[in-house]
């Protein structure tokens, strides 16, 4: 396929997102992600880009789980399925959730429960264990201007591999002005 053709998915949301909009099978005719998008905020209106950029999804391509880093530029998918990841609120019940979904994973021979349940065991523990840095307000960072492409001190920088369509984030800037007369 190339990169201008498009092709006929079928779009299908999940969880409290289909709850919200539509809990139905959509077929969209998209050669992109960002087709895809366009078509759900054409049909649900302004708030689906609200939902989708406040909160964290599963993507599944033809019933293969990816990230939305890991969303290529063009679908070469018949079926894409955005569901919102579950949010444990506290590190405990990550790990309570984490061991749980080891043993049934276990017991039913389901390795990627087993590899979820580490996940989810090691993020609660790790909790546990380190502070997230909470970010400044004396030292604030900037740009010139204060614009809205920065981030503050203390926040984490996201490290992305390949290719990825997202804006950049300014980490660090240097400005001096020389006389010349």
């Known amino acids: 396929m190339s990169s201008g053709q498009s092709q006929v998915i079928t779009v299908q949301l999940g969880g409290w997102l289909g709850r919200k909009y539509s ?10 992600w960002q087709q895809v ?39 070469d998918c018949k ?10 609120r506290s590190n405990f019940f990550k ?11 276990a017991y039913f021979n389901q390795p990627w429960l087993v590899q979820f349940g580490i ?13 997230p840095p909470k970010p400044s307000e004396q030292g604030q960072s900037g740009v010139f201007d204060q614009g809205p492409n920065i981030y503050a001190q203390g926040t984490p920088i996201p ?14 800037s240097d400005f001096s002005s020389d006389w010349v007369g």
Request: with cysteine; proline share 3%.
């Open 23 to 32: 809990n139905q099978p959509m077929r969209v005719s998209a050669g992109s």
């Open 119 to 131: 996940g989810m065991a090691i993020s609660g523990v790790l909790g546990f264990l380190v502070k």
């Open 95 to 105: 790990t309570i959730i984490g061991v749980a979904a080891i043993v049934v994973g």
């Open 79 to 88: 079926e894409l399925v955005i569901i919102p990841k579950i949010k444990a």
């Open 37 to 75: 998008l366009r078509f759900l905020i054409n049909k649900f209106g302004a708030g689906i880009r609200h939902d989708i950029r406040e909160h964290e999804w599963h993507f599944f391509r033809n019933r293969k789980s990816m990230d939305v880093a890991e969303l290529p530029f063009k679908l």
């Open 159 to 172: 490290l992305v591999y390949g290719k990825c369509l997202a804006g950049s984030v300014i980490i660090g």
